[in-house]
């Protein structure tokens, strides 16, 4: 089993930045491709950044691509999303999400990819 666990949410004026922490755990000598989704009320949960298990391929939805920047320390085991020049509409429930994969180039933006989800965490940008 693997778990993963969000942290660095939080409210933030608009133009702010915030990092947003992943944690996994539990299988860790397994590959994963790992992926940055936002909720809101109402709406599908969207991906926003993706990121190989290489850390050579990544991608960006276009709402913020300039803004935001996954990255990922695989010695610590951690995903991160580093959000600038943040608007009121990045205001969403974040979750991080782990699809075990055997390619190193590999990721993908559709939730049905991913097997792991964590918990989530609130960004509400104030204007």
């Known amino acids: 089993q693997v778990q993963l666990v969000e942290s660095g949410g939080g409210l933030v004026q608009a133009g702010g930045s915030l990092r947003l922490s992943c944690a996994v755990s539990g299988r860790t000598g397994s590959s994963y491709a790992m992926g940055w989704f936002r909720q809101t009320p109402g709406k599908e949960r969207e991906c926003v950044a993706a990121?190989?298990?290489?850390?050579?391929?990544?991608y960006y939805a276009h709402s913020v691509k300039g803004r935001f920047t996954i990255s990922r320390d695989s010695a610590q085991n951690t995903v991160y999303l580093q959000m600038n020049s943040l608007k009121p509409e990045d205001t969403a429930v974040y979750y991080c999400a782990a699809d075990p994969t055997v390619s190193a180039s590999y990721y993908s933006t559709a939730k049905s990819a991913y097997d792991y989800w964590g918990q989530g965490t609130q960004v509400t940008v104030s204007s």
């Open positions: 990121i190989s298990w290489s850390g050579l391929r990544s």
